[in-house]
Structure formats: structure tokens, C-alpha cells
């Protein structure tokens, strides 16, 4: 089983168009909502492959109320806590190009109380799980040492922790040492505080949060591939994708993969890379389905392009 915390959850609301004008009256081809926020994704990726998830989430307003619906929907546990803000909703615009615009909100303010509750919610629910995924950005009334709270606890519980977060709060939980953290290439960069312009740039980086604490490093570099950087070495995971139609939740969708596949070694990041690859060539925030994925398109191998330009067409 895998328990996903994600304290700023969503409604994510997708509209599909065939170019954005500002100032003009659009008219969407595709109109979806979907149950959001980082770890959330998780969640609904896990439930797509067949697993047990169970997602601990602030729920508050009618906005809370249709997010604990969707993740039943979508077959997945909620353990709710009550806040009293209501949940956001983040608007995604996608072209026809593959242009996105996102615009998130903010999401509620939470209460010192309501805090505590959610930690609290966390340790009741931990001792079930193979997995705990703790995802994305805290909402305001939250430390930015609330995630080292979280993971301390979570090992003292005996679980072990994945983490997806970026910023002061990364940086503040690889003192507690999390089993797993997985940065994009931005959140990479904005964690050792310097541009990374190759694969050999974020191997180093990827290293260095590992000497700052975290056990080990998968990093998603967007269409350039995936690394892991664990105590069996420095893996290379890429497969190409046909069409990118959104990359919104490919990250999350990658967590998944390496979380159900066992959350070590080069055989979860194949799985990693699969349902990465999967996710950006479905709409909005959908999740894959083991039939979306494509395992044969994937290559893992120990030689890392460290000469490889970020951002640059492969050869």
C-alpha cells in the first residue's frame, strides 16, 4: 500500500483549445476536472495500476467535498482532515500545439491545529504502508520544516519516505534523512543553487543533496531522461514519447511507477521512466493505465551521457 500526503491538494480543471488570445472568448474542445496535487497524482497512478493507496488530504469547502468524491471515483481511500478554507482549484490552459498555461491558486491557510492534525493522520495511517509519498508545496500556516516534522515521524513509525518538494523545504528535510527525493531538473538546480546545462551537471547535483542527506535521488529531466543516484550507483533511464499532450502530473506519475515497483534500483526506475513517458501523452492530469505503458521503449543502462546538453534534441 502506498500512503500519499499532500497537504495543498486540488480540483484541477483542464481546458483544451486551439490557441490562446488574451482578451477573446474561447471555446474549449475538452472540459475535465480532475482530483489534484502532487501527491494525489500519485495516488490515482497507483490506484490505475491496481495497487491499494490510501491519500491524506485537507479537505474544507464544497471544493473538498467534490475532491473526496473524485479520489472515491477513482478508487482511492481518502483520509480526510476538515479545514476550514476551502480546497483550491487550479485552471491548466492547453493549445493545440502543446502550449500549456497553468494557474494555480493558493489554497487555504491552515490553522496550527489543523497542522498537527494532518501529521497526526499520518502517523494512525503509516503502519500499513509499504510507501509514504509526501508531495508537493505547503499551503500558507505551514513551516517550511513541517516536511522534516513529517519524515522524522515517519521513520521513527518505521516507514520509509519519499519526498516531492522543492525550495526551503527540501532543504530543510534532508536533514531527516528521506529515503527518496525526486526534484525535476528546476527544483535540482534551485537545490544546490547553480544552473545545471548537462546530464553530468545533475548527476553532480543529484550527489550532492545525497551528501546532504537524502538515501536517494531520482531526478526527472523532462524529455532528456531520468536519473537515479542511490548507494548501487548512478542509473540512466529515457524512453521517447510519440506526442507530448501534457506534462502535467508526469512527474507525479513517475514517483508512482518507482514506488510500485519495489522504490530502488534500476528495475523501478524503468518503471519510473514507463509511466512518465506514459503520462505526458494523456490530457490534462489523466494518470496511466497499465495498457498506456510502453516497458519495451525503455533503456536503463549504468553509462550516463554526462556530455549531454539539457534541453537539447537527442542525437
Same mark, same amino acid.
Given at each position: 500500500?502506498i500512503?500519499?500526503?499532500t497537504?495543498n491538494?486540488?480540483l484541477?480543471?483542464?481546458?483544451?483549445?486551439? #490557441?490562446?488570445v488574451?482578451?477573446a472568448?474561447?471555446?474549449?474542445?475538452?472540459?475535465?476536472?480532475?482530483?489534484g496535487?502532487?501527491?494525489v497524482?500519485?495516488?490515482?497512478?497507483v490506484?490505475?495500476a491496481?495497487?491499494?493507496?490510501?491519500a491524506v488530504?485537507?479537505?474544507g469547502?464544497?471544493?473538498?467535498?467534490?475532491l473526496?468524491?473524485l479520489l472515491?471515483e477513482h478508487?482511492i481511500e481518502a483520509a480526510?482532515?476538515p479545514?476550514?478554507?476551502?480546497?483550491?482549484?487550479?485552471i491548466?490552459?492547453?493549445?493545440?500545439?502543446g502550449t500549456?498555461t497553468k494557474v494555480?491558486a493558493?489554497?487555504?491557510?491552515?490553522?496550527a491545529?489543523e497542522?498537527?492534525?494532518?501529521l497526526e493522520t499520518?502517523r494512525t495511517? #503509516?503502519?500499513e504502508?509499504?510507501?509514504?509519498?509526501?508531495?508537493?508545496s505547503?499551503?500558507?500556516?505551514?513551516?517550511h520544516?513541517?516536511?522534516?516534522?513529517?519524515v522524522a515521524?515517519?521513520h521513527r513509525?518505521?516507514a520509509r519516505?519519499a519526498?516531492?518538494?522543492?525550495g526551503?523545504?527540501?532543504t530543510?528535510?534532508?536533514r531527516?534523512r528521506?529515503d527518496?527525493?525526486k526534484?525535476?531538473?528546476?527544483?535540482?538546480a534551485?537545490?544546490?543553487g547553480r544552473?545545471?546545462?548537462t546530464?553530468?551537471?545533475?548527476?553532480k547535483?543529484?550527489e550532492?543533496?545525497?551528501?546532504?542527506g537524502?538515501?536517494?535521488?531520482?531526478?526527472?529531466?523532462?524529455?532528456?531522461?531520468?536519473?537515479?543516484?542511490?548507494d548501487?550507483?548512478?542509473?540512466?533511464g529515457?524512453?521517447?514519447a510519440?506526442?507530448?499532450?501534457s506534462n502535467?502530473?508526469?512527474?507525479?506519475?513517475?514517483?508512482?511507477?518507482?514506488?510500485?515497483?519495489?522504490?530502488?534500483g534500476?528495475v523501478?526506475l524503468?518503471?519510473?521512466?514507463?509511466?512518465g513517458?506514459a503520462?505526458v501523452q494523456?490530457p490534462?492530469?489523466a494518470?496511466?493505465?497499465?495498457?498506456?505503458?510502453?516497458?519495451?521503449?525503455?533503456?536503463v543502462?549504468?553509462?550516463?551521457?554526462?556530455?549531454?546538453?539539457?534541453?537539447?534534441?537527442?542525437?
Amino acid at each position: 500500500m502506498i500512503l500519499t500526503v499532500t497537504p495543498n491538494p486540488s480540483l484541477d480543471r483542464t481546458y483544451e483549445l486551439p #490557441s490562446l488570445v488574451r482578451g477573446a472568448v474561447l471555446r474549449a474542445a475538452v472540459d475535465r476536472v480532475d482530483p489534484g496535487g502532487k501527491g494525489v497524482n500519485v495516488s490515482r497512478a497507483v490506484a490505475a495500476a491496481g495497487h491499494r493507496t490510501v491519500a491524506v488530504v485537507p479537505l474544507g469547502g464544497p471544493e473538498g467535498a467534490l475532491l473526496d468524491r473524485l479520489l472515491g471515483e477513482h478508487g482511492i481511500e481518502a483520509a480526510g482532515v476538515p479545514v476550514a478554507g476551502s480546497t483550491r482549484v487550479n485552471i491548466t490552459l492547453v493549445e493545440r500545439d502543446g502550449t500549456l498555461t497553468k494557474v494555480n491558486a493558493a489554497g487555504p491557510d491552515l490553522a496550527a491545529g489543523e497542522a498537527e492534525a494532518l501529521l497526526e493522520t499520518v502517523r494512525t495511517r #503509516s503502519a500499513e504502508a509499504d510507501w509514504i509519498a509526501c508531495c508537493g508545496s505547503l499551503p500558507r500556516g505551514l513551516r517550511h520544516e513541517w516536511y522534516a516534522e513529517l519524515v522524522a515521524r515517519t521513520h521513527r513509525a518505521g516507514a520509509r519516505v519519499a519526498l516531492d518538494t522543492s525550495g526551503a523545504a527540501l532543504t530543510a528535510a534532508l536533514r531527516e534523512r528521506p529515503d527518496v527525493v525526486k526534484p525535476n531538473a528546476e527544483e535540482l538546480a534551485e537545490a544546490v543553487g547553480r544552473p545545471l546545462a548537462t546530464v553530468g551537471d545533475a548527476v553532480k547535483a543529484a550527489e550532492e543533496l545525497r551528501d546532504r542527506g537524502a538515501r536517494a535521488v531520482l531526478a526527472s529531466l523532462g524529455a532528456d531522461g531520468q536519473l537515479l543516484v542511490d548507494d548501487t550507483g548512478v542509473w540512466f533511464g529515457h524512453a521517447p514519447a510519440d506526442a507530448v499532450r501534457s506534462n502535467v502530473g508526469a512527474g507525479d506519475a513517475s514517483l508512482a511507477g518507482f514506488l510500485t515497483a519495489g522504490g530502488a534500483g534500476p528495475v523501478a526506475l524503468a518503471a519510473a521512466v514507463a509511466h512518465g513517458t506514459a503520462a505526458v501523452q494523456l490530457p490534462g492530469s489523466a494518470m496511466p493505465s497499465p495498457a498506456d505503458l510502453d516497458t519495451e521503449a525503455v533503456t536503463v543502462t549504468a553509462s550516463v551521457p554526462l556530455d549531454r546538453v539539457l534541453g537539447e534534441p537527442a542525437s
